[in-house]
Nanobody
Framework: QVQLVESGGGLVPPGGSLRLSCVPSGSTISSYSFGWFRQPPGKEREFVAAIKWNGGSSYYADSVKGRFTIFRDRAKNTVYLQMNSLEPEDTAVYYC??????????????????WGQGTQVTVSS
């Protein structure tokens, strides 16, 4: 059983930055592809970013492209989501997910087996 532990959320003013972390206990990051999803208040959960199991490809939602970066550190067995130029619209609970999606399903929640507990990101002045 793989458990995903997220951290790094918090309150940040517009234009600020945060880095979220996701550590899979019971596994290595090379075993799975990882995705970040978010659920804004009163809305459905949505895809944010994903990185393939071999670290070779990354994918982004149009709303975060150019501002967010997903990357991994094998030595720390951690997947990160670096979020820059944050906007109030980025306010949400952010979830890390792990699975083995194919490229065509990498943005689909249903393609991921394991989920973290979520971490709150609030962008407000």
């Amino acid at each position: 059983q793989v458990q995903l532990v997220e951290s790094g959320g918090g309150l940040v003013p517009p234009g600020g930055s945060l880095r979220l972390s996701c550590v899979p206990s019971g596994s290595t990051i090379s075993s799975y592809s990882f995705g970040w999803f978010r659920q804004p208040p009163g809305k459905e959960r949505e895809f944010v970013a994903a990185i393939k199991w071999n670290g070779g490809s990354s994918y982004y939602a149009d709303s975060v492209k150019g501002r967010f970066t997903i990357f991994r550190d094998r030595a720390k067995n951690t997947v990160y989501l670096q979020m820059n130029s944050l906007e109030p619209e980025d306010t949400a609970v952010y979830y890390c997910a792990a699975g083995r999606p194919i490229t065509s399903t990498i943005r689909d929640e249903s393609a991921y087996y394991y989920w973290g507990q979520g971490t709150q990101v609030t962008v407000s002045s």
